[in-house]
């Protein structure tokens, strides 16, 4: 059972450049995030997903998009990368289980734009 | 809005000492998660707790305890006899109950422990 993979671990782009950050996972969950991670203000809502074809905006969605084919799969991009979006980027999913619910966090990927 | 404030930066204390982790939240729904999660330097988010809002009974596992209070809204976090290995960025965080997918986090806590 490998939970959440995110890949790539680490990614370094140019300023303008495109790309997008991969997140699956094998758990059958409904709820899928995408969060970023800058030194002292934790972990921010980028976009999020309630199921295959919904999506909805975070508290920090400007320069993401986000779309939810199926359940396992929830991929990030980058349209035009800037240096303001150099920060960890953490994807999460869950079920909602009542008094169960808990957020699986995958690795992580470091992304540095210069 | 939804908001988690984590007022301590930064903590250091010596080892076998007890450290108690504040967490105030703000929610306007009647029925809600909250979670710690723990951040080792390691980068890892590592699942610690969860507890619903109708259930205000504190938690103890081990050398950690919860101490949820609804009426000033915050879910504090004690290690008795802290360890080296308990060195990490500690962050709360407040879960919605209509989206389980919507957790909000605080801005974390550094906690040092000296050998």
């Known amino acids: 059972n490998a939970g959440v993979t995110q890949t790539p671990k680490f990614q370094v782009l140019k300023t303008g450049q495109s790309m997008t950050l991969q997140c699956a996972q094998d758990?059958?969950?409904?709820?899928m995030s995408w969060y970023r991670q800058d030194p002292g203000m934790g972990l921010r809502l980028i976009h999020y997903?309630?199921?295959?074809?919904?999506?909805d905006q975070g508290e920090v969605p400007n320069g993401y998009n986000v779309s939810r084919s199926t359940t396992e799969d929830f991929p990030l991009r980058l349209l035009s990368a800037a240096p303001s979006q150099t920060s960890v980027y953490f994807c999460?999913?869950?079920?909602?289980?009542?008094?169960?619910?808990?957020?699986?966090f995958g690795q992580g990927t470091r992304l540095t734009v210069v | 809005a939804q908001k988690v404030t984590q007022a301590q930066t930064e903590i250091s204390v010596v080892e076998k000492e007890d450290v108690t982790l504040d967490c105030v939240y703000e929610?306007?729904?009647?029925?809600?998660?909250l979670f710690w999660y723990k951040q080792p330097p390691s980068g890892e988010l590592v699942f610690l707790i969860r507890?619903?809002?109708?259930?205000?009974q504190n938690e103890i596992s081990g050398r950690y305890s919860w101490n949820f209070q609804k009426s000033t809204s915050s879910f504090n976090f004690t290690i008795t006899a802290s360890q080296v290995v308990d060195s990490a960025v500690y962050f709360c965080?407040?879960?919605?109950?209509?989206?389980?997918?919507?957790?909000?986090f605080g801005s974390g806590t550094r906690l040092s422990i000296r050998p």
């Open positions: 997903s309630v199921g295959a074809g919904i999506t």
């Open positions: 965080a407040l879960g919605s109950y209509s989206s389980a997918s919507k957790i909000i």
């Open positions: 758990m059958n969950h409904e709820y």
């Open positions: 929610t306007r729904d009647t029925t809600y998660y």
């Open positions: 507890r619903n809002s109708f259930d205000e």
């Open positions: 999460a999913s869950s079920s909602d289980r009542g008094m169960n619910t808990e957020a699986f």
